[in-house]
């Protein structure tokens, strides 16, 4: 994983769960609206890096940059 990425991650506690999410740089709103759920802090904070890589290596394929990913 780059610690140099477009996005940043988030994380909060909600209730017993954790819920991780990732902005893009300057941005204040979860990217494409998406909140992931999990037991810990640090799975949400992973499910949402591993989504937000996923998306933003998905976006740059379909600009022709790279090949896409696999499936996560």
Known sequence: MSDNLPFQVHSAAR????????????ENQPWHS????????D????????????????????AGRIRPTSDV
């Open 43 to 62: 799975d949400a904070e992973a499910r949402a890096r591993t989504w937000g890589e996923k998306v933003m290596a998905d976006a740059l394929a379909e």
């Open 15 to 26: 209730g017993p769960r954790w819920v991780g999410w990732v902005t893009l740089q300057g």
């Open 34 to 41: 998406v909140v992931l759920v999990a037991a810990t802090r």
